[in-house]
């Protein structure tokens, strides 16, 4: 069995409210709300996060950055993203490429996407081309639809040696 490969995924979704800035994928967005969280409430990079950690076959981002420590109030989730890249490089894992989806009925993300790429490669000291942003609507069902929160997935392809 060949386990130089491995696949990880990660899911995150955070309410919207007033008075919070709006950082997806290390990129602050000019809106009127912003995620609710612990951490700046990064839904795409806690995802990323999420699916570096269950390829290397690690805890949760949950488990290794637990919302009841006061040192993670409101940090920047690049740096607690840099940290799992740290993990998993010392598992002597690479990455060979994200594939990640936002779901957000507002604010349209579209324009934002080539600077969270930039931003997210510089954070994992990898090629923009091995990182795929897209962004989606809920088509105004459900709580996404409605505007209460924001949602994304990642997944990850991470090959050993």
Do not use: C
Not at 105 to 119: N, W
Not at 123 to 144: N, P, R, S, W, Y
Not at 156 to 161: C, F, Q, R, S, Y
């Amino acid at each position: 069995m060949n386990t130089n490969l491995r696949i990880g995924q990660g899911f995150d979704v955070h309410r919207l409210e007033k008075d919070r800035r709006l950082v997806i994928g290390g990129v602050e967005i000019p809106f009127d709300k912003g995620l609710l969280g612990h951490s700046d409430a990064d839904v795409l990079i806690h995802a990323i996060i999420d699916s570096l950690l269950g390829a290397t076959g690690n805890a949760d981002i949950g488990t290794l950055f637990p919302d009841t420590d006061a040192k993670f109030k409101d940090i920047d989730s690049t740096i607690l993203l840099k940290k799992v890249v740290e993990i998993m490089q010392k598992d002597n894992f690479s990455i060979v490429n994200i594939d990640t989806t936002v779901t957000a009925q507002a604010p349209k993300l579209m324009k934002y996407i080539p600077d969270m790429k930039k931003r997210l490669a510089e954070v994992m000291d990898i090629d923009e081309t091995q990182i795929t942003i897209k962004a989606k609507t809920a088509e105004h069902l459900g709580a996404l639809g409605r505007e209460e929160g924001i949602a994304a997935q990642s997944v990850v392809l991470l090959m050993k040696g």
